[in-house]
Structure formats: C-alpha cells, structure tokens
C-alpha cells in the first residue's frame, strides 16, 4: 500500500481528498502547514506528495525547494492560478506533475497513480550499465557523465533511463509523454520540450549545442554517445 502526504493548509480539500484517496486504497498523511508538511516529507514514510502552492509558513514552492534538497520522492504540485502553473514549468522547480484547482478527484486519483507507478516503475537494463560517457547506478537511481554525478529529478532520471533503452532510436515526444509521464497528458507535449531543455543544461557542456541529447526536427528526440 503507498502512502500519499498532502500538504494543504484548507481542511476541507484535505478531507475531500483523504476520503476519496483512502478508497482508493492509500494511507494518508496530511500537514496543513509547509513546515510540518516538509518534515512528513523527509520523514521516510510517504511515497508521494500532494504540495499546494499558497500555504502558511513556508509556501509550496520553497517546500519542494527543500524537498529536492535531499530527496527525489515524487511531487504534485497543487496550483490556483495561472502564473502559478507557468511558474511550475518555467523554473527548474523539480515537480514531477502539477494539478489546476478545480480538480476532478477522479483526474487526480490517476495522476497519483501513474506518479508512484512511474517512481516505483522505470529501470535501466543492469546495475553501473554504461552509455557512452553516462553510467546508470539502477541501486541509487543515479546517472553520472564521465564519472560526474548529474543532479537529476526523478523524472529526468526516468528519462534518460528511457533513452538508454531506446538506444539511438528517435523518441516522438507523445512516446516519451506516454511511456514517461505514464498518462494522456491531454496533448500538453509542451512540458516534454521544458523537460528536455532542463535535462540539457545538466547533461551538456554547452546546452546551445547539444553533443548528447539531440532534436530530430519535426520527429523528437535521441540520446547519442
Ligand atoms: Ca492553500
């Protein structure tokens, strides 16, 4: 059974979705603070959280600051507003998804699951398989370029994992929305293009001229080495 942290500073969300989430069949943590909620966090004992972004204490956002510090768990960022949303994917934030208030319980009981899922999900061949320049630690969900550990999220650590599978083969980006992200993403492929400017900046020495994780105009993406 995995268990799903919500961080949301109003009860009666907390209560709405604990209610339903518990019939889906997880055990529920709920903070209704960011402090308390960063502390669950850390605390070893969820498998996902639920971050909304205007909370007391320490907003979301500075929250999952924290979290990235020292941990790759899988988050959903919970927003209001537009900017917030524009926020989440212009800034190298770390969430693994976002959700737009109002949300259909049903909408994020399929997102909490396919987030776990994809955390729990996604494995690279062997244990210290080496790519090329990129080695894969399967043990410590690591990726290092020349002996370099790269600082990924674990949705950048699903996505390479993928290319390494996929060899040199060309990936379109519903494939990797499909096969990563692990939903219809409803045709949003514009996260794919912010997930692989994000990975290039960390994977290349010069992110304007990518050696490494190249775009087939028209077609996707592929990793070469
Ligand atoms: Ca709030």
């Known amino acids: 059974m995995s268990t799903v942290l919500i961080i949301e500073d109003e009860k009666s969300i907390v209560d709405l979705i604990s209610y339903n989430l518990k019939r889906e069949g997880y055990d529920i ?7 308390t909620g960063l502390d669950l966090a850390l605390s070893g ?19 999952l600051r924290r979290i990235r510090e020292r941990s790759s768990l899988p988050v959903i ?14 800034l190298d ?10 949300f259909s319980v049903k909408e994020m009981a399929a997102r909490i699951k396919a987030n776990i899922r994809r955390s729990a999900g996604i494995r690279p061949p062997a244990a210290g398989e080496t790519y090329g ?20 999220t674990q949705r950048e650590y699903d996505i390479m994992c993928y ?20 939903y219809d993403y409803y045709g949003d492929l ?21 050696k490494y994780l190249m775009t087939r105009r028209g077609a996707g993406y592929y990793l070469q080495f």
């Open 163 to 182: 290319f390494f599978k996929a060899g040199a083969r060309v990936v379109t980006r519903e494939e990797l929305m499909e096969k990563v992200w692990g």
């Open 77 to 90: 960022m919970v927003t209001a507003r537009e900017e917030e949303r524009d926020k989440i994917f212009g």
């Open 29 to 35: 943590l709920a903070a209704y603070d960011g402090q």
């Open 45 to 63: 004992k969820c498998d996902l959280v639920l971050l909304d972004v205007m909370l007391p204490v320490m907003d979301g956002f500075e929250v």
């Open 190 to 210: 514009r996260a794919v293009d912010v997930a692989m400017r994000r990975l290039r900046e960390k994977l290349e020495d010069d992110p304007a001229d990518p």
């Open 93 to 102: 934030t770390g969430a693994d998804d976002y959700i737009t208030k109002p």
């Open 133 to 152: 320049p990129f080695t894969v630690d399967r043990d410590l969900q690591t990726v290092s370029r020349s002996g370099r550990q790269l600082e990924l």
